[in-house]
């Protein structure tokens, strides 16, 4: 059974940084594609980043290239998001997901593993 466990959310004010981890299991983690994503209310769920570090591939979505970096630890099966500059547009809840695969993705529809989220709130 997989399992996908984010932490790290909360509450920062504009221009500060948060760095939002997501522990998986279940899966060979090391070649799956992960991603991160995040829908704020009244919004459609959005990609914010994806990467699979076998084929070296990453995406940014525009609105948080710059500010924010992707990561992963395999030995701890641990994807991170390290989240600087933030401003309130950034506020949502953010969920990680697993592909399960090694093909690349960042159109949710293609994961099908989630974690139940973690809430970002920034303040002006």
């Known amino acids: 059974q997989v399992q996908v466990v984010e932490s790290g959310g909360g509450l920062v004010q504009a221009g500060g940084s948060l760095r939002l981890s997501c522990t998986v299991s279940?899966?060979?983690?090391?070649?799956?594609?992960m991603g991160w994503f995040r829908q704020a209310p009244g919004k459609e769920r959005e990609g914010v980043s994806c990467?699979?570090?076998?084929?070296?591939?990453?995406y940014y979505n525009d609105f948080v290239k710059g500010r924010f970096t992707i990561s992963r630890d395999n030995a701890k099966s641990t994807l991170y998001l390290q989240m600087d500059s933030l401003n309130p547009e950034d506020t949502a809840m953010y969920y990680c997901?697993?592909?399960?695969?090694?093909?690349?993705?960042?159109?949710?529809?293609?994961?099908?593993?989630w974690g139940q989220g973690t809430q970002v709130t920034v303040s002006s």
């Open positions: 279940g899966l060979t983690f090391g070649r799956s594609t």
């Open positions: 997901a697993a592909k399960g695969s090694s093909a690349f993705s960042c159109l949710g529809r293609d994961f099908p593993y």
């Open positions: 990467a699979n570090w076998g084929s070296y591939t990453t």
